[in-house]
């Protein structure tokens, strides 16, 4: 389901605009999730209006840079590009623990983060190492590296920042909190740049990016995680570029390059040595 998200994003051009976009599955998403978490929201309303800094902060984080920055990337990228430079965020996510949560670091996972690194590089590079000077950079590729790094903040700051909401009421107020943040970027999108005219097919986009990467897949993530435990769910996402790579491939008739299989290859086991620590596993699931 999460996987999804990278049809759509490659979908969306010349249909619906990044934050237009953005806008419509975060607040889509937020209004299914206060219907289902509303009397959670009600009795905690105090506490939650106290912390509306941090919703907006979230928010920006989750849902600007790594909602709308990457529908803005897939214009000029790859969902398999998007998909194997995204899936290093764990990596950084370590590397945020032992800077900000100060948690150990072994030798393991410092090689784990250099190899990762090293694979999101020759993605991006497009394995032209001998000649870089004749790579054709795009904006779509550091959008998502920016992305990538955004999501690792996001990551920290839910374990840095203690609610007494649980996971599915304050996702709900993250949702609030990013359409807010969404709503001026949306707007200039809509009324200050030119556009194409609203259709059925810029509905449906929104409607499957709500329901699917959004609501879906977070429900069936949170399911797992209560019913095998939160080490072992942590390990799917190591998924995420096997699916990407599939969905590229086979929907969208993007190319599989080398350059793509020796990045997956350096990317998956050095996310596996960086995030091999329980503590950081438990960082990644409550992500």
């Known amino acids: 389901m999460w996987s999804v998200n990278y049809l759509v994003a490659r979908t969306a051009p010349g249909i619906i605009g ?49 909602g709308a920055w990457v529908y803005w990337a897939a214009e000029t990228t790859t969902a398999i590009n998007i998909a194997l430079i995204y899936a290093a965020s764990p990596v950084l996510i370590t590397l945020g ?35 870089l000077t004749e790579v054709v950079w795009v904006l ?66 929104i409607l499957v990016a709500a329901v699917f990467p959004g609501v879906g897949a977070y429900w069936a993530y949170s399911y797992c995680q209560k019913t095998l435990g939160a080490s072992r769910v942590a390990a799917s996402l190591y998924m995420g570029p096997l699916y990407g790579s599939l969905v590229g491939w086979l929907l969208l008739n993007e190319t599989l390059g080398w350059h793509h299989a020796v990045g997956a290859a350096l990317i998956l086991p050095g996310i596996y040595w960086a995030s091999q620590k329980r503590n950081i596993s438990g960082i990644l699931s409550d992500a």
């Open 140 to 205: 779509g590729d550091g959008l998502i590296v920016i992305a990538m790094m955004s999501w690792a903040a996001y990551a920290l700051l839910l374990k840095k920042w203690a609610s007494p909401l649980s996971s599915p009421a304050r996702l709900a107020a993250t949702c609030m909190g990013g359409s807010l943040i969404l709503l001026p970027f949306a707007s200039y999108e809509w009324f200050a740049t030119p556009h194409v005219q609203w259709s059925n097919s810029a509905s449906i986009l």
């Open 18 to 66: 990044p934050h237009v976009l953005a806008l419509g599955r975060w607040f889509l998403a937020g209004l299914i999730l206060l219907i289902l978490a509303r009397t959670e929201l009600w009795r905690e309303r105090r506490s939650t209006l106290q912390a509306w800094p941090q919703y907006l902060a979230l928010g920006t984080l989750g849902m600007l840079i790594c």
């Open 97 to 131: 623990a032992v800077i900000g949560l100060k948690e150990s670091f072994t030798r393991r996972q410092g090689l784990g983060v250099f190899i990762a690194l090293l694979g999101v590089l020759h993605v991006v590079v497009k394995g032209q190492w001998t000649a």
